[in-house]
């Protein structure tokens, strides 16, 4: 077999910053450079390794673990004398302290597909609106293109800033609509640019009043999502009836550097024992059914780890997995109109001038941080 | 459902040591403690946390992930604020160091399976000749016993002192017989005490010109598993002829605390590198065909975690994964005829006088360490 996923290949469809990239790496001196990838580019790590390698002479070693976000930076790489990664595809997320294993170098890996035929076709859904703009860090830097395509559609653009677990205007993650929810209120409907229905599923559910478009610029497809909204929240009815029924709870705590809600999960204890039922901590790193089975004599888990691992996941595991909100439901603490998505939110907000974020010419809206 | 996985179930079958355990946890005042079990006790994970946090009033949160061995502890855990780690079920590793992230109190958990009965039926196949007793830490405390039912039936038993890789006299690990091979010479045939193919087949693949009887105080079943090697062997030629295919070669490093041999592992690239193969760094932390696909143009893997997973688990890999040794017959270094097990060997001879090792009244063999 012969290697087929070379650097010539990546930049067809990616702008990836690999040119300062040797320099910034040389002048941290590190002894062993670890790479992180997330799935779509793992490919061409190989590649990348040797491209570093090469105009450094410093040895990289490929983390083969997925990569899921900024969220599940590989610490494990410390433990083999790793003492600088670097972080493909995903922003930084400043609202993650503590990270001292090592340094962090984040590269940005950009798409190339142009936006503006696509955005043009969701124009005809959108003239006339003031319309608030999502996106991926994989298509942050198109932004201004997206904007401009709209404005002469007839369209009024909108970008807000989220808080302080994203670093660019507009930008959405399957846990965090903060950069949504910015601009709601001046909104009436969302474009969410990019592919798959992952991340905009988060802020149409959270923000379910507003109609939320996708315009995908790899499949040139425009969509409603928020008819899926009501399936999963049938769904969640179902966990939280079925939860109502267990004696004993698992609070289940991710180990992973920005997924990390220890001391929620101890409240959850409390409160369930407040409640008569019993409960108790239990870590994971990867979640899986498997991990789970030891712990079959739980009639219910509540997941404190990313949320999406409990309402994406939400049919591979035996047991009802719950999100903390859900069970304020089973134990009567919250009425189910109150339903709100976990939202896995930052700190304080979003820190406008992040030196690694995207600059847009076009307005953002969101408070000083 | 109800908790159906109480101390009392527990202490039917197993010898653990609670009591003294809290006054320890307590000694140590920690802020939060992880307990981590091996898959056969961690049902009974949620008793045991019940027990510590009664009699200490700290918090207990139990590691949901994996556990395979002393090699694999939960360090992950240092992430959510675990200051000390209680790990049940296997020995400490003396040879492993670096463990910073915290402390560890190993909990050795023994069966309670008497061996006297299944010892007797062994020896039928074993008279008048000299022994090697192997086992797991699981029947550690047992070994004075086989021993005295051996020479009452007219068998000369003999145990040996391994490596620091372990520390009960006889203790055979999935990848370490050290001390089996400490008493080769000596014996005329091994017996070894515990349950499965496992253990046994390390210790019959690495000295396979003994006979090796298991004698299991579970089933009462006693068996002979020399001849499994054969087909395990046919594997490894297929593994090895097959790796020779390849242009590139992934060299997987695991990120597990007693599991990592990272110089060894940038020496194989360098090997690889010198005999006309591509090579890459791979790290990984858990292992799975499918954290290995997005390296699917690699023609083979050389794996330096555990060597279990290369020989066990070798049919659910796309690519042909093989051992170190194994790549140096792939790259003409090493001929078949001197085909050796990739035993994870310790530092130094075994510290005889470990504090948490078994106490034997018979006597042991093995070097002053």
Not at 24 to 43: N, S, Y
């Amino acid at each position: 077999m012969v290697a087929s996923y070379g650097l010539d290949e990546l930049r067809k469809n990616h702008d990836i910053e690999l040119d300062g990239l040797a320099a910034k790496i040389e002048d941290r001196d590190p002894e062993l450079v670890g790479l992180q990838f997330p799935d779509g580019i793992r490919d061409y790590g190989p590649a990348i390794a040797d491209a570093i390698e090469e105009q450094t002479g410093i040895d990289c070693v490929i983390s083969g673990d997925p990569s899921f976000g900024a969220c599940d930076l590989a610490l494990q790489l410390e433990h083999i004398g790793v003492d600088l990664l670097v972080h493909f595809g995903h922003s930084p997320m400043p609202s993650i302290d503590g990270i001292d294993a090592f340094d962090v170098i984040f590269v940005p890996t950009y798409s190339k597909a142009p936006v503006e035929p696509v955005v043009r076709k969701a124009a005809q859904h959108l003239e006339g609106k003031t319309v608030g703009l999502l996106t991926t860090a994989q298509h942050a830097q198109r932004l201004d293109d997206v904007c401009e395509a709209l404005e002469d559609e007839g369209v009024d653009p909108l970008v807000g800033y989220g808080d302080n677990r994203v670093i660019n205007p507009g930008q959405l993650l399957g846990c965090n609509f903060t950069a949504a929810r910015t601009i709601a209120e001046q909104s009436d409907a969302f474009l969410y640019i990019g592919s798959g229905d992952f991340h905009p599923i988060a802020a149409a559910w959270g923000l379910k009043e507003l109609p939320l478009y996708v315009a995908d610029p790899m499949t040139s497809e425009v969509r409603q999502v928020n008819d899926r909204i009501e399936e999963l929240m049938k769904q969640r009815h179902a966990a939280i009836a079925n939860a109502k029924e267990a004696d004993e709870i698992g609070i289940l705590v991710g180990t992973r550097v920005g997924q990390q809600r220890v001391k929620y999960a101890k409240g959850l204890v409390t409160l369930c024992e407040r409640k008569g039922f019993e409960a108790h901590l239990i870590a994971m790193d990867y979640f899986s059914p498997e991990a789970l089975k030891s712990f079959r004599h739980m009639g219910a888990f509540v997941n404190t780890a990313c949320p999406r691992i409990t309402t994406d996941d939400y049919a591979r595991y035996d047991a009802p997995m719950i999100t903390p909100q859900e069970l304020e439901i089973v134990v009567g603490k919250r009425s189910w109109e109150d339903y709100i998505f976990d939202e896995f939110k930052g700190t304080k907000p979003a820190p406008h001038e992040h030196e690694d974020a995207v600059e847009l010419e076009h307005d953002v809206v969101g408070e000083d941080p």
